[in-house]
């Protein structure tokens, strides 16, 4: 818990420091972060609600960051190969974004806005770069998010065994969600 603490903390202190004292930076510790393989032998879902997420719509720039750990699988047997063999998350505890968006963001006017995130994920010591649209949302005061896209385990080194490679699709969908508020 103390690892989590520091982590968060060193995040938001890094988020606060690049987005300038002026700007209006919206937080969360609870965003969502899920993916999903459906295939015929067996379908895998894993969900993480312990996700850090800054906005800061004046500069038009985003991160996520998670602890790996935190995902949790439908089967306690997935959940242990996914941090043991997949991700290895003893030796890479977390995966960040970080990255901007394109579009008008107003915090002030309530409404839902169509952006195109670009940035870069890092996941298992490896950056790939990644675009996609998705919907922000400004509601009473505070932002909403949501978007889906798809990686692929071997874009970022991760092996999938022979033996369970039938199981597992070759791309996963991920959905994340997020809900900020002001860090006033």
Partial sequence: ???LKKFVTAAVLLIIVHSGVHSQVYLTRSGFVGFYSKMPLEDIRAENNQVFAAIDPGKKTLAFSLLLRGFMFTKQLMQDH???NYVESDKYPKASFSGSFTGDLPPDKDGVYKVTVKGNISLHN???PIETPATLEV????ILGQAE???KPEDFNI???SLVREKIAQEMRVDVRIDCGTNK
């Avoid at 509601?139 to 505070?142: E, F, Q, V, W």
């Fill in 1 to 3: 818990m103390i690892q």
């Fill in 82 to 84: 996914f941090n043991e």
């Fill in 126 to 128: 490896v950056t790939h």
């Fill in 139 to 142: 509601k009473g005061g505070r």
């Fill in 149 to 151: 896209f798809k990686l």
């Fill in 159 to 161: 092996k999938i065994p």
